[in-house]
């Protein structure tokens, strides 16, 4: 599969196959094997208690699981206690130790290593220059907002050069602003430095922005593993179509690779059902005009800066969400008659 | 306008008075035993005062070679003090820890047994204790100092109380696997991360086992040990006013300790947000040793 980083001959490949963990009756990893190339970043998406987490707690070692393996650049590390791993691993809840500074907090993990105090203190300084925060070298993280203590963490993270980067939902403690940055910062920091890297997170958007591939889970499973695009425009099946980005449930027949849609006939991509299906078409994959002999009418129109979004009626009964441009949006005012048609982009079709 | 400000300061000033009546009778309270000992001390027979008993208990030769049991006791109490405080730390804090790492469901139960000798008063611990005892003295030796192990039993409410409310305040879990994962040992996990963030919590911990060691004089007379306590009752019946000088010296050591305490952390928690004063750390004890007792 396509990997973007540049520096990927640093990294190491990982590969976590067959893998196993039930808590009591819930199996929270059911058999999920994720191949992770050098110097890749894959995103892990999902609802919560999809196993996400426990996926990357098991490569991080705080997990045991039941069966499987866990190689990380060839080495078999599935019994291998966390500390001895080489991993650089930043949290969901604030994790910088409280009564060490922030240039304290980076030396730690060289510290463990054994290094001196001269290489620590550089490789701190070089640690937080990265980040951006050699200004704050020497506050604790009381004294720091919650975007910088997650750089810092960052930083704390990367100072040890770990053959892996695990991310555990590091930005959803943060307001909105913040998170954009910061995702874009690591993904920059990640690309320099080429450290083959897993995220975990249940924000749609941030894994499709960052990540060279992303994973959606469900009970356990990896239901798809593909580049953002990919994921986005050929879905593998119902679940990742409608947990990433909206879509339409529009029924339709199918036959012979087509399906009939709203009087028009649409491709359907690979795995899509034969017969009376319903067929998954995006909002943006979707055309409204206002009508006076349209087949649908307009339930509400709102405003979302970009772009704007119609909620129509067919005259079928069903209910279509369209994307439309924000200029266009005052043509739409609730009860109107409108023509909705799909594109003609490829979809998905699951039965009915 | 005026009307109901007046009134409202008149309401203020009635609670003012209020809360220095109550703090006064309080104070009274506790003071009025310490300052019987005091006049106690210092009365002459026939009227007058005289500081004679106070300079023979500042003068540390005099006393050593005059009264050489209260010597072996205070000696002794300080000794248990020490053992009891090092066991207790060394036994609590890496179980409590674990229990809140990697078995969450254990906590009640190692909270309950840990209240338990609460419950449990001093002379039935001493019915149980004697059969181990007289094995241990027979097999170890005579010291007094054997006695830290029952002491321990006797603290750990008090510090579980406090290491808790220490533990509660730190998210001892994502520390820790924020340690682990940078290649820390288990035992570098809990001395350079648990231990530090702990700091007022093992303080307070510390304290209130020495106050109760220094105070414990059930188990050691009836086990026939000499600590402090029992060397100040031996030496009242012959010589009352230093028995009740050294017994007033030690309250108000007590006190000065568990005053100095809520100084300590009140201090530390002006650079540490996170910190909070050892008072507040203590506070849960009581409230706990009362909940617990109840049923017994």
Redesign the interface.
């Known amino acids: 599969m396509s990997v973007a980083s540049p520096n990927a001959e640093r990294g190491v490949a990982v590969e976590l196959t067959e893998l196993r963990r039930s808590y009591g009756p819930v199996n929270a990893l059911d058999s999920m094997t994720l191949h992770l190339a050098p110097g890749e970043f894959v995103a892990l998406l999902g609802p919560s208690g999809c196993g996400k987490t426990t996926a990357l707690r098991c490569l991080a070692g705080l997990e045991d699981p039941d069966a499987g393996t866990i190689t990380i650049g060839g080495r078999d590390v599935t019994a291998l206690p966390t500390n001895k791993r080489d991993l650089g691993m930043v949290f969901q809840a604030y994790s910088l130790f409280p009564h060490m500074t922030a240039r304290q907090n980076v030396e730690f993990g060289l510290e463990m290593r054994g290094q001196d105090k001269s290489t620590r203190a550089r490789r701190a300084g070089d640690m937080l220059d990265l980040v951006g925060l050699s200004s704050q070298a020497d506050r604790y993280a009381h004294q720091m907002s919650g975007g910088q203590q997650q750089r810092v963490a960052l930083a704390r993270a990367l100072a040890i050069s770990p053959q892996v980067l695990l991310l555990d939902e590091p930005l959803s403690a943060l307001d909105a602003k913040v998170r954009t940055q910061l995702r874009d910062e690591i993904r920059r920091i990640q690309l320099e430095i080429g450290t083959t890297t897993l995220f975990v997170t249940h924000d749609q958007e941030e894994a499709l922005a960052v990540a060279d591939r992303v994973g959606v889970m469900r009970a356990g499973r990896l239901e798809q593993l593909a580049p953002p695009q990919e994921l986005y425009a050929r879905p593998a099946t119902a679940f990742v179509a409608e947990f990433v980005g909206l879509t339409n449930r529009l029924a339709g027949r199918a036959s012979g690779g087509r399906a009939e849609v709203l009087g028009v006939s649409l491709p359907l991509l690979a795995g899509s059902g034969d017969g009376n299906v319903e067929v998954l078409v995006r909002p943006e994959g979707i055309e409204a005009t206002p009508d006076p002999n349209g087949n649908a009418t307009v339930l509400s129109a709102a405003f979302l800066g970009a772009h704007g979004r119609v909620t129509a009626r067919t005259d079928g009964g069903e209910q279509v969400e369209v994307q439309v441009a924000s200029a266009a949006l005052p043509s739409f005012e609730p009860g109107q008659r409108v023509r909705v048609t799909p594109r003609g982009d490829a979809a998905l079709a699951v039965a009915r | 306008m005026a009307g109901p400000v007046s009134q409202r300061a008149a309401v203020r000033r009635k609670q003012a008075i209020f809360r220095w009546v109550t703090v006064s009778l309080v104070l009274a309270f506790f003071m009025l035993p310490l300052i019987g000992m005091l006049d106690f001390t210092t009365k002459v027979r026939r009227g007058g005062r005289t500081m004679a008993t106070w300079k023979t208990l500042m003068n540390v030769s005099e006393i050593s070679t005059k009264y050489p049991a209260l010597k072996e006791g205070f000696i002794a109490s300080i000794g248990l003090s020490v053992i009891t405080v090092v066991i207790m730390l060394a036994l609590l804090v890496p179980t409590m820890t674990w229990v809140r790492l990697r078995l969450p469901g254990m906590s009640r139960l190692v909270e309950f047994i840990c209240l338990l000798p609460l419950t449990v008063p001093a002379i039935v611990l001493v019915v149980g204790l004697a059969p181990v005892y007289s094995w241990v003295f027979y097999l170890f030796g005579e010291s007094t100092l054997w006695l830290g192990l029952a002491y321990v039993v006797l603290v750990l409410p008090y510090a579980y109380r406090a290491l808790d409310a220490g533990l509660r305040a ?2 001892v879990k ?2 820790s ?9 288990w035992f ?1 996990v809990m001395w ?2 648990v231990l ?2 702990l ?1 007022t919590a093992v303080l307070s911990a510390s304290f209130l086992s020495v106050a109760l060691v220094l105070g414990e004089f059930t188990i050691a007379n009836l086990f026939s040990r000499r600590n402090l306590q029992v060397a100040m009752y031996q030496l009242g019946k012959s010589d009352a006013k230093i028995s009740v000088a050294v017994g007033l010296l030690s309250l108000v050591f007590a006190f000065v300790v568990l005053f100095a305490m809520s100084f300590v952390g009140a201090q530390r928690s002006g650079s ?3 910190r909070r004063p050892l008072a507040a750390a203590v506070a849960p004890a009581p409230a706990g040793t009362g909940s617990v007792k109840e049923p017994s």
């Open positions: 730190i998210d994502t520390l696997e924020a340690a682990r994962s940078l290649g820390a040992s570098r350079r991360i530090p963030n700091r540490r947000r996170r």
